[in-house]
């Protein structure tokens, strides 16, 4: 009889580990299904149909002048301004999942608000839930997928999975694009703008099954909702090489940004065909998704990072000035697109580095903290762009050309950095 107890303990024992090995490996898979429904979610939320004939929209159908679509936006970076450290906070004390849930919800009525009337004040609603939905999500999709990989043992892969979320998100762009320029120009333009709720809707319906990857941190976690708030600014005044990385990433792909909206004026200027806006978004699209895809190959192989870098930064600032002076569509569309493939694709060579700065707890609220200050950045800019644009675009794209190539030249990242 004392054999067979025995025998049976160990057969209980075994039985145990094996149930324990299963359960390992179906939160594995669990965790492994958080990247496959990140692509998902990404390519769903890149549905933007509003895209290829947003000044359009504005102006148009908007009735806004040009300065006012700048003032406008600078409204909208000061809301992600103002949401961005709460909104970090809140993945980081309430769960990732459930920012990237609301973040989502409030995004799709964002843009029934704004296709509902032409009216500033109206845009203005439309523009806070918009910036509530994206400080719920900035950061803390970085954070998200960060620590799911943590828990697969695939930290190194981050920026891979990162720029093939940013490729399926453009996937999404360049697909709706040209759709929504066809819907704008046989219906109407606010349709295409509230069209967007779509999209958003059934992101949020796939972000309910996400499984959290900090989960079991976020329950044993004590700290008070300042005490997170604070922890973003302490680690970007105590890391130096945290504020240098920031810094550099952000300054560069600010400016950058500022091609979303001159380039439609840039080839009107040009008297290009406003039907054709949409295929040219679509290909600023589709030329961020090959860039996306390149860098994290080039990264791995290249040694000396700190060139490859500022190599990397210059090129899209030439092309800028290069933009000013030269007005052949053959060859003014092309520099639009190494503008938007280099700039754009930039952050990717800082993602590793940035995430080896930060302490895991409290990764969504400092990322949250670095996009604040990108976003203070081009709300002084936005009216400042404005009105530039207004007086001389050529000047405008000399300017941010020559402050491209100096903050390159004048980098302070070493190789080690990165």
Request: one cysteine or more.
């Amino acid at each position: 009889m004392s054999e067979l107890k025995e025998y049976t303990q160990e057969e209980l024992v075994e039985s145990s580990l094996e149930l324990e090995g299963k359960e390992t490996d179906i939160n594995l898979n669990k965790w492994r299904s958080n990247i496959l429904k990140s692509y998902l979610i990404h390519f769903i939320e890149g549905f933007h149909l509003i895209s290829g004939i947003l000044l359009p929209f504005f102006l148009t159908w908007g009735k806004l002048t040009f300065v006012e679509v700048m003032f406008l936006q600078s409204y909208f970076t000061v809301m992600i301004l103002i949401f961005e450290i709460p909104c970090g906070a809140i993945a980081d004390y309430i769960s990732r999942k459930f920012s990237l849930i609301l973040g989502a919800l409030s995004t799709a009525f964002a843009a029934l608000v704004y296709g509902s009337y032409p009216n500033i004040f109206i845009f203005a609603i439309g523009e806070t839930l918009w910036a509530f939905g994206a400080a719920l999500t900035s950061g803390t999709d970085t954070a998200f997928i960060y620590d799911t990989l943590r828990k697969l043992g695939r930290v190194d892969d981050v920026s891979k999975v990162m720029a093939r979320n940013r490729s399926f998100s453009l996937l999404g762009i360049a697909i709706s694009a040209p759709i929504g320029s066809i819907i704008g120009a046989y219906l109407s333009l606010n349709l295409v703008m509230s069209l967007i709720f779509i999209p958003f809707i059934i992101a949020t319906l796939i972000s309910l099954t996400l499984k959290e990857p900090n989960h079991e941190v976020e329950r044993k976690k004590t700290k008070k909702y300042f005490t997170v708030v604070k922890s973003g600014f302490t680690e970007l005044t105590k890391k130096k090489v945290l504020r240098i990385l920031a810094f550099e990433m952000i300054i560069t792909e600010s400016l950058v940004f500022f091609l979303i909206w001159t380039y439609q004026v840039y080839l009107e200027g040009l008297n290009f065909l406003l039907i054709f806006f949409g295929f040219v978004s679509t290909a600023m699209t589709l030329v961020q998704i090959v860039f996306n895809n390149i860098v994290p190959a080039l990264e791995n192989k290249i040694k000396n990072k700190r060139k490859f870098l500022k190599l990397y930064t210059i090129i899209p600032g030439i092309a800028f000035i290069l933009m000013a002076v030269i007005h052949f569509i053959p060859v003014s569309i092309p520099l639009i697109l190494i503008v938007i493939g280099f700039g754009f694709s930039r952050s990717l060579i800082f993602v590793k580095g940035l995430n080896l700065q930060i302490e895991s707890e409290n990764r969504a609220t400092v990322i949250s903290t670095v996009n604040m200050f990108a976003s203070l950045i081009r709300a002084i800019l936005y009216p400042l762009v404005g009105y530039l644009v207004m007086w001389n675009l050529s000047a405008t794209f000399i300017l941010l050309g020559a402050i491209i190539i100096i903050f390159a030249l004048l980098s302070r990242i070493q190789n080690d950095y990165l």
